[in-house]
T-cell receptor, first 112, second 113 residues
Framework: EDQVTQSPEALRLQEGESSSLNCSYT??????LFWYRQDPGKGPEFLFT???AGEEKEKERLKATLTKKESFLHITAPKPEDSATYLC?????????????FGQGTELSVKP | KAGVTQTPRYLIKTRGQQVTLSCSPI?????VSWYQQTPGQGLQFLFE???????NKGNFPGRFSGRQFSNSRSEMNVSTLELGDSALYLC????????????FGQGTRLTVV
């Protein structure tokens, strides 16, 4: 069964304190891995798509990496406005269409 | 470029009633997926429509149904509402061809009392 596990469930950082969020996945054949950011009461906001092991993508203070079993979202020198829940999702090749399987998310809090 | 529009944003319904939620995808996108988000279960896939046909379905009871119109707008219906149906319902828009990102709407917050 395809599955996504994110850790930690919650992460508290001081402003400027870099860290990483983990997304471990089990999927029959990975078509793509997504990272989203979600603010309370809002829909997920797309951040990155990764397709193959070794791939990396960056956006401002965020950098996503992918291996054959997991993905990391590295946050460098975070600011309070980076506080949100970060979601990881996978899509498998044996799925027809756009079904995404999500992890439970990591709730990030950055204090000034 | 307009984003994904979901209406209404908030709904309060009584147990046993039915409800219809609407989603307008990004212009040119032909795939619409629906997800249920609850604190305990996270984001769970309900179903996907592409060119007016259901292309994929999650593990939800038959009380949950959907449809897609020729302009790609989609509706989701839940009949005989239960307290456990209270959730944030999210719609995702994809181009539907090849492999592309899914863009989400702001969601409809459904409360069943």
């Amino acid at each position: 069964e395809d599955q996504v596990t994110q850790s930690p469930e919650a992460l508290r950082l001081q402003e400027g304190e870099s860290s990483s969020l983990n997304c471990s996945y089990t999927v029959s054949g990975l078509r793509g891995l997504f990272w989203y950011r979600q603010d309370p009461g809002k829909g997920p906001e797309f951040l990155f798509t990764l397709y193959s092991a070794g791939e990396e993508k960056e956006k401002e203070r965020l950098k996503a990496t992918l291996t054959k079993k997991e993905s990391f979202l590295h946050i460098t020198a975070p600011k309070p406005e980076d506080s949100a829940t970060y979601l990881c999702a996978v899509q498998a090749w044996d799925n027809q269409g756009g079904k995404l399987i999500f992890g439970q998310g990591t709730e990030l809090s950055v204090k000034p | 470029k307009a984003g994904v529009t979901q209406t209404p944003r908030y709904l309060i319904k009584t147990r046993g009633q039915q409800v219809t939620l609407s989603c307008s995808p990004i212009s040119g996108h032909r795939s619409v997926s629906w997800y249920q988000q609850t604190p305990g279960q996270g984001l769970q896939f309900l179903f996907e429509y592409f060119s007016e046909t259901q292309r994929n379905k999650g593990n939800f009871p038959g009380r949950f149904s959907g449809r897609q119109f020729s302009n790609s707008r989609s509706e989701m219906n839940v009949s005989t509402l239960e307290l456990g149906d209270s959730a944030l319902y999210l719609c995702a828009s994809m181009s539907g061809t090849g492999y592309t990102e899914a863009f989400f709407g702001q969601g409809t917050r459904l409360t069943v009392v």
